[in-house]
């Protein structure tokens, strides 16, 4: 398992930095070229400028000896290979080196004058090739360089991919597989360490069941039951962590990218570190939620009714932006004393029931409303959507034990006969379902509104 998830993911890794190692030392190379070839113009220019004098006053001289040196000096420096000079009607007045059947020839053109007088024309030859040959030590430097940052960048992904990921993936894999439902058998921690989120991810996940063994008695719909609460929880986790992931992996490549053009400042460098280890905060942070859900919670505590609802808000935050569904709340500033865990699992689960329902809604607003109110000493909580509501048939069956349908097979699998226990014999309440038409905004909507009294 581990070695076929490591071979998949490296591959995958080693084709986009490969394409990308490549497009960027290619880039190198051709700034590099560009760099050596405005050299090279500069140095024709710089040539230019400190001689023209000296030629200026050999040819109004008719001194050819003079002019003859001063040209045989400026063949002799390495990017010149020929001098040619012309007068005004185009005579050869002194050439030397190389001027004709030059490959990828440079040429750079100057006139001379004496006393503003034009007296004659110097060509200096160069050639492309000259930046070729001054370069090429350089590109060598460069790919080598690059070979070797990929080579030692592969090999550090591919240990900390098989160390942080596939490694831990399997032995999860290993665990759950080794897990019997049939005999209350538990996961077990042997083969992964205690400091790590996924040992205490799976010990939250035993308590649970232990709970959920309590509650529901040992037959074949609590086994299905079981396995949806450990998918929903991966899934939810999975949606949490897509974003930070994203984040850090685009300050990883873009940090490397201005490293190799030269561009990075301290500054740069510091916001992007900044930006992957709060990403990583934020990962660590989605267990712990997790986690502290899925403990057990029968102490009573004062809370505001907004904190559980913002709670199971959060935790389905990516999942309810992703299917377009908007959240109306209306919530007062209520104090309560009561489990907050609990009841935010009892709202995970409206919510998700209220989610899946609105996944066959088709070109309409998806809407779920949240309100929490008080009214004869009670908190009353009411979650609605605009699915259309549930069928009349029904409705009165969803809180029966094991009772199945559509919409409530995709919410959280702890399901609504759990909800409502939890709600009964926890948190001292109720819960009840109708179908309701409203107006929001001009528009009527029909949906199912589930009702929370503690």
Same mark, same amino acid.
């Given at each position: 398992? #581990?070695?076929? @998830?490591? $071979? &998949?993911?490296?591959? +995958?890794?080693?084709?986009?930095? %490969?394409?990308?190692? *490549? ?17 090279l113009n500069n140095s024709l220019y710089n ?51 190389? #001027?004709?059947? @030059?490959? $990828? &020839?440079?040429?750079? +053109?100057?006139?001379?004058?004496? %006393?503003?007088?034009? *007296? ?205 569904i908007q959240i109306i709340k209306n919530i ?49 909580i009411e979650v609605k959507d605009n699915a ?67």
């Amino acid at each position: 398992m #581990t070695n076929k @998830i490591g $071979k &998949v993911l490296f591959k +995958k890794i080693f084709i986009w930095y %490969t394409l990308i190692a *490549i497009i960027l030392t290619c880039y190198q190379i051709y700034s590099e070229y560009i760099t050596y070839d405005k050299a090279l113009n500069n140095s024709l220019y710089n040539t230019e400028k400190s001689l023209k004098k000296a030629l200026s006053s050999a040819v109004w001289n008719l001194d050819d000896e003079l002019t003859k040196v001063t040209v045989e000096s400026i063949v002799e420096l390495d990017n010149i290979l020929g001098v040619k000079i012309t007068d005004p009607k185009g005579s050869l007045v002194s050439k030397v080196g190389n #001027t004709e059947n @030059i490959k $990828k &020839v440079i040429s750079h +053109k100057f006139e001379l004058y004496h %006393t503003k007088e034009y *007296i004659a024309d110097v060509i200096l030859f160069s050639s492309q090739n000259i930046t070729f040959q001054n370069m090429k030590n350089n590109v060598k430097v460069i790919l080598i360089n690059a070979l070797l940052k990929s080579i030692f960048l592969l090999l550090v992904i591919y240990y900390f991919t098989n160390k942080m990921i596939t490694q831990i993936l399997s032995k999860l894999t290993q665990a759950l597989n080794s897990t019997s439902l049939s005999n209350n058998s538990k996961i077990t921690f042997d083969e992964l360490s205690k400091d790590n989120e996924i040992y205490t991810l799976i010990k939250s996940f035993n308590d649970m069941n232990d709970r959920l063994e309590k509650e529901v008695h040992k037959n074949k719909e609590l086994q299905d039951l079981r396995l949806k609460a450990m998918g929903e929880l991966l899934t939810n986790i999975a949606h949490q962590w897509r974003q930070p992931l994203a984040v850090i992996s685009t300050a990883a490549t873009g940090t490397k990218f201005s490293k190799e053009m030269g561009e990075l400042t301290d500054e740069d460098f510091n916001r992007a570190m900044d930006s992957i280890n709060n990403s990583t905060q934020h990962l660590s942070k989605t267990i712990n939620d997790f986690s502290t859900l899925l403990k057990k919670d029968s102490i009573q505590k004062e809370f505001l009714i907004s904190s559980p609802i913002n709670k199971a808000l959060d935790i389905l935050n990516t999942l309810l932006k992703t299917q377009n569904i908007q959240i109306i709340k209306n919530i007062e500033n209520i104090s309560i004393i009561s489990s907050k865990n609990e009841l935010v699992k009892v709202l995970l689960s409206l919510l998700n029931n209220s989610k899946d329902a609105l996944t066959n809604l088709e070109d309409e607003k998806k809407l779920i409303f949240i309100k929490a109110y008080k009214k004869d000493e009670k908190t009353i909580i009411e979650v609605k959507d605009n699915a259309k509501g549930i069928k009349e048939e029904i409705l009165n069956k969803i809180f029966e034990p094991y009772f199945t349908t559509k919409h409530q097979a995709q919410g959280t699998g702890l399901g609504l006969y759990i909800s409502q226990n939890i709600l009964t014999n926890n948190l001292h309440g109720s819960i009840s379902v109708t179908n309701i038409k409203y107006v929001y905004k001009g528009i009527e909507y029909k949906g199912a509104n589930f009702t929370i009294e503690i």
